[in-house]
């Protein structure tokens, strides 16, 4: 069953890195969101691809929301003309209220802070603290790495396979939408869904 979003969190780095297809990537990622009336929130920056994936949407008429900490308003450049910049008190209140607001989650490449927040939404959905799906937009196999280690972490037995399957990966926006729009979470696989099961139990 298609669901519709209404919005998506984009989580991406504060530069645009070297290879022209990160820009690229976004700034179609914006045009996509924007045609599909799908407001983006994000981190509030104004620089690197989060500038670049929030004027994609604004240039088209799209809506975006902006959340930055006080403290990284100068280093970020906190993004004036976007259609709503949220000021927060630090990035824990970022994250969460980035959350908040989103029908689903996407990762573009991205640095230290871009895994940091992936694999956080990541791991509520494993402990079942939220059912919103999440993708990998996998520029020119930017996060291949990640998932080939992921992968790893399930035969190793550190990771579930249906959470390591709760990720999507695909290098094109539209089909990357597409299967969130189609994301049904499975059922018992959550932790919390098994606890309770457990306690259930005769």
């Known amino acids: 069953m298609k669901i519709k979003l209404r919005t998506i969190c984009v989580y991406c780095g504060a530069s645009s890195g070297r290879a022209p297809a ?3 990537a976004a700034r ?23 500038g670049i994936v929030a004027d994609a949407v604004m240039n088209v008429g799209g809506n975006v929301i ?3 900490p006080k403290a990284l308003m100068d280093t ?5 003309h976007i259609s709503q910049l949220l000021i927060v008190k630090d990035m824990h209140e970022r994250k969460a209220l980035m959350a908040e607001h989103a029908d689903a989650f ?5 640095g230290l802070g ?4 992936l694999f956080e939404t990541l791991t509520w959905a494993q402990l079942g603290f939220h059912e919103k799906p999440i993708g990998l937009l996998n520029v020119n196999g930017f996060y291949d790495g990640l998932v080939d280690f992921l992968a790893h972490q399930v035969r190793e037995g550190f990771v579930r396979g249906e959470h390591a399957r709760l990720l999507f990966n695909e290098p094109d926006a539209s089909a990357l ?12 696989v959550s932790w919390l869904s098994r606890q309770a099961a457990k306690t ?3």
Do not use: C, N, W
């Open 76 to 80: 970020e450049v906190g993004h004036q």
């Open 28 to 50: 179609l990622l914006g045009k996509v969101l924007a045609d599909q009336q799908i407001t983006l929130v994000y981190g509030g920056g104004r620089v690197g691809l989060m």
């Open 177 to 188: 939408i597409e299967r969130l729009q189609s994301f049904e979470m499975p059922e018992g």
């Open 200 to 202: 259930q139990a005769p």
């Open 66 to 68: 902006g959340v930055i």
């Open 22 to 24: 990160h820009a690229a």
């Open 114 to 117: 871009t895994l940091e927040e």
């Open 106 to 110: 996407i990762a573009l490449p991205g």
